[in-house]
C-alpha cells in the first residue's frame, strides 16, 4: 500500500495530524520526516518489528545497525546512557537541541533492537514536528538519515522527489517543506572529551 502524504507545516502543526503519524509508529509504522538537518527514515524504538523492517530497508543487520535514538529533550539519558559527568552534561546541554549527534556509552537499559551495542547516538534535533511526535509518542524514535546515492546531491531535501522514491517502502511521509543537505555533527563523548567523527551542519 502506497505511503500516506502528510502536510505539516513546522510553524503550525495541526495536533490532528501529528497524533495521525503518532499511531502511525504506534502500529509498526516507518515514516519520513523534516528535521533541523536532512529529512530521516523514522520508527518508535520500542517496536522491534518496525526496527527489523526499518534495518532491511537499509540493506544492514539489526544488530549491526547504528540508528540514533531521537530524544525531544535530556531528560530521555538515563533511559539509554550510562551516568556522565558534569562536563560532558554541559556541552550537551548547550548544543542540544540542535544539529548534532552525541556518541555516548550504552547502559543495559537499551531496548531490545539494541541490546549488545556499547554506544548510541543521542541526537535532539531543533525542529518542531520531530519534537511533538516524540512528545506524543512518549518515547524516543529510532532514525537515519535519507542518502542518495548522487555524490552532488548527497540527500534528497523535496519531499516530493522523497515521496517518488519511497512511497512503495515507508508507511507515511511528512511534507515538512524543503529539507537541508547537510546532515548532522557526530560527536564522540565516549572518551570523555569531545572527538568529531564527522563535521556537518552543527558548529562545536
Known amino acids: 500500500m502506497p505511503a500516506k502524504i502528510l502536510k505539516i507545516y513546522p510553524d503550525n ?3 490532528k495530524a501529528i497524533e495521525e503519524v503518532v499511531k502511525c509508529l504506534r ?4 515514516i ?11 520508527c518508535d524504538i520500542n517496536h522491534l518489528k518496525a526496527m527489523e523492517r526499518l534495518a532491511a530497508l537499509k540493506k544492514i543487520r539489526l544488530d549491526k545497525s ?9 531528560s530521555h539519558l538515563s533511559g539509554f546512557t550510562k551516568p556522565i559527568d558534569n562536563s560532558v552534561f554541559r556541552l ?13 556509552e550504552a547502559n543495559k537499559n537499551l531496548p531490545l533492537a539494541y541490546k549488545g551495542h556499547k554506544t548510541v547516538g543521542i541526537r535532539v534535533p ?6 511533538l511526535l516524540i512528545e506524543k ?3 524516543p524514535i529510532a532514525s537515519t538519515s535519507i542518502r542518495d546515492k548522487d555524490e552532488i546531491i548527497e540527500y534528497l531535501t523535496d519531499p516530493e522527489l522523497i515521496a517518488e522514491k519511497y512511497y512503495n517502502v515507508v508507511d507515511l511521509i511528512i511534507d515538512g517543506g524543503y529539507g537541508d543537505n547537510v546532515a548532522s555533527t557526530i560527536v564522540d ?9 564527522r563535521q556537518g551542519k552543527g558548529e562545536l
Open 66 to 74: 547504528k540508528f540514533s535514538i531521537i530524544c525531544n529533550d535530556l
Open 27 to 30: 502500529s509498526g509504522g516507518l
Open 32 to 42: 519520513i520526516y523534516p528535521s533541523d538537518t536532512v529529512y530521516a527514515l523514522g
Open 92 to 104: 550537551l546541554k548547550s548544543h542540544i537541541p540542535g544539529p548534532f549527534t552525541f556518541i555516548l
Open 126 to 131: 531543533d525542529h518542531t514536528i520531530p519534537q
Open 189 to 197: 563523548l565516549t572518551s570523555g572529551s569531545p572527538e568529531i567523527v
Open 13 to 15: 502543526p495541526q495536533e
Open 137 to 139: 509518542l512518549g518515547n
